[in-house]
């Protein structure tokens, strides 16, 4: 298997470079042009901006080279594996690995409670209503963030800026005034931001649909006068993944190999975990190779621990029972393969094509 994923300079280093840069302990290498301009200007402000979605080949196909972010754009890195907001959004805020923190995607099967959980839901794949058995061993399963132990530290403030974190804002408006705000005030600090543009709009419009390129060109345009504005700021852009247009494929619609699932498909759409029934393996790998290997490579778990494809470090506990049996790898094309509880969507991330795993990393340096 070849690791496309670059785990020496990805949104993991990203994180690792923050943690250096606040004083905490680090266990992956970091971005020496982040190191560099960190260490050279000691800026009391460092702003993390995730824009969801923005890939570096959709930035660049999107704005011209004249632009804003294209023009502070220090180099292309990779998202971590699979390329999935559950999974690198989760690296950029703690500095682990996939393997490490294992949110591994969308859909993640607990070993602890044999479901597979919606983690950003807390509930059970295709149910709508909370998994109280998941809420009460959460805790379990959290990650330090990087925020939290920088706040905790006492020395520096960090801060999340999202719907999800600290601080939540009703538009980007209100996120910049709010970023401009923290800036002005206090001491040394870090401030995490997530936006859910443009995956927001990708996922049902395409990433190089009017939808999209309004709501890229608007942060570039809006971004670039917040920085005008800032002093002693060090702002990072970046993406936690790209995306790619995709067809769907029903896995009910090939019961040769549906029958073989000993629980529901979990991970991703386009990185599927297989558990399957423990003598029908060989089985399983001739038919689902004989129906879709024009589209996915097929991998054992074997093979899956062996690559770290989804990073070095200590395993978690429940990594190993996550990854399943087989992962099938969505890197011949753009078909997604879905199972009960999936969503179809126009547009969608997670596999192994350049279109989603290469991110723009983007430095401002307003000090």
């Known amino acids: 298997m070849e690791v496309r994923n670059n785990y020496d300079e990805c949104v993991t280093n990203v994180a690792c470079s923050i943690r250096k840069y606040f004083e905490l302990d680090y266990h992956h290498k970091t971005i020496k042009e982040i190191d560099e301009i960190l260490e050279r200007k000691q800026p009391k402000n460092v702003v993390l901006l995730l824009f969801d979605g923005m890939g570096s080949i959709i930035l660049d196909k999107t704005l011209d080279e004249n632009s804003f972010f294209r023009k502070n754009k220090i180099k292309t890195i ?67 963030f990087i925020t939290n132990l920088i706040s905790a530290e006492g ?67 809006k971004i670039e006068k917040m920085c005008e504005e800032l002093t002693d700021t060090v702002v990072i852009v970046m993406a936690d993944h790209g995306h790619i247009e995709v067809d769907n494929i029903y896995l009910k619609d090939y019961p040769d190999v549906y029958s073989l699932l000993e629980r529901t498909t979990s991970i991703e759409q386009r990185a599927i975990s297989f558990k399957i029934f423990e003598d029908k393996h060989e089985l399983f790998v001739e038919r689902f190779n004989h129906h879709f290997s024009q589209f996915f490579s097929l991998y054992s778990k074997e093979e899956i621990l062996q690559s770290k494809i989804f990073g070095d470090g200590k395993n978690h506990e429940n990594f190993q029972y996550a990854i399943g049996d087989f992962i099938a790898i969505a890197d011949k094309g753009n078909k997604c393969l879905l199972t009960e509880g999936d969503y179809p969507m126009f547009s969608h991330h997670a596999g192994y094509t350049d279109e989603e795993i290469y991110v723009p990393l983007i430095i401002i340096d307003r000090v």
């Open 78 to 144: 990779t998202s971590v594996f699979p390329a999935t907001t559950t999974a690198a959004t989760n690296s950029i805020k703690t500095g682990l690995n996939p393997n490490e923190h294992c949110w591994l995607g969308w859909n993640t099967y607990i070993k602890k409670l044999d479901k597979t959980i919606t983690l950003f839901l807390n509930s059970e794949k295709g149910k709508n209503e909370q998994c109280l058995e998941f809420n009460e061993i959460f805790d379990e399963y959290q990650p330090d």
């Open 155 to 221: 020395k520096y403030e960090g801060i999340e800026i999202s719907d999800f974190g600290d601080i939540n804002y009703k538009d980007i408006d209100e996120m910049i005034s709010i970023i401009q705000e923290q800036c002005e005030y206090g001491g040394k600090k870090y401030m995490y931001v997530y936006d859910t543009f443009p995956d927001a709009v990708m996922h049902n419009y395409g990433p190089y649909s009017v939808q999209a390129k309004k709501e890229i060109v608007l942060r570039n345009e």
